[in-house]
């Protein structure tokens, strides 16, 4: 059984909550203090707006925290404004970022609320024709050599993996795939 929690300061919490409990064989928690990462296997960063999450992990004391459960090993999931946090670098904005990532992240990347749009994607070793929704989505502008870039949309890279943290521009737990998260439990 896989402990997973999920960083519930602001955005997407409760959906991923819905779709790990449909997934069975994983125990899910909430984390807001640094002490709720100690028996997690990994921990999932949501989409919602990345400057105000970047607040609240700062004054919840979480940002060193963080930085050394990605360093233990354990998986981390970074979705949308999740994978702003996780990269090292961010145009349009001034957020201290987690810096778990080798990559430069182009912050609503492909515009405003009004050019949100679902797609389908095909992924190597993950699925074929997998939803995909995308909400002022950001996309990632340079990759390091040790990141892999796993799928691409109008040829911006949207989700990468580097190690244990795997991060897309997209919100995979606001449809019924759950190959995505699955990929992640696994990775954990
Ligand atoms: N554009 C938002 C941000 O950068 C992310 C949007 C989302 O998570 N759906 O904070």
């Known amino acids: 059984m896989k402990q997973i929690g999920i960083l519930n300061l602001q955005g997407a919490v409760s959906e991923h909550i819905t779709m790990l409990n449909h997934m069975g064989n994983i125990h899910v928690s909430l984390v807001q203090h640094p002490q709720q990462l100690a028996t997690l296997d990994g921990l999932i960063i949501p989409g919602g707006e990345s400057t105000t999450i970047s607040r609240l992990i700062k004054q919840n004391g979480l940002l060193t925290p963080i930085q050394q459960f990605a360093q233990q090993g354990k998986g981390i999931l970074g979705t949308c404004a999740g994978l702003v946090l996780c990269g090292k670098a961010t145009t349009h904005s001034e957020v201290e970022l987690l810096n778990l990532m080798d990559i430069c992240v182009e912050r609503n990347g492909f515009g405003r609320q009004i050019n949100s749009f679902e797609t389908q994607l095909d992924i190597p070793n993950i699925g074929q024709h997998i939803p995909a929704v995308f909400i002022r989505a950001p996309y990632i502008a340079k990759a390091g050599e040790n990141v892999q870039q796993l799928a691409f949309v109008d040829q911006h890279c949207i989700m990468a993996q580097q190690n244990n943290i795997?991060?897309?521009?997209?919100?995979?737990?606001?449809?019924?795939?759950?190959?995505?998260?699955?990929?992640?439990?696994?990775?954990?």
Do not use: G
């Open 166 to 188: 795997l991060v897309c521009a997209f919100h995979p737990e606001l449809t019924n795939d759950n190959c995505i998260m699955q990929y992640f439990v696994d990775l954990c």
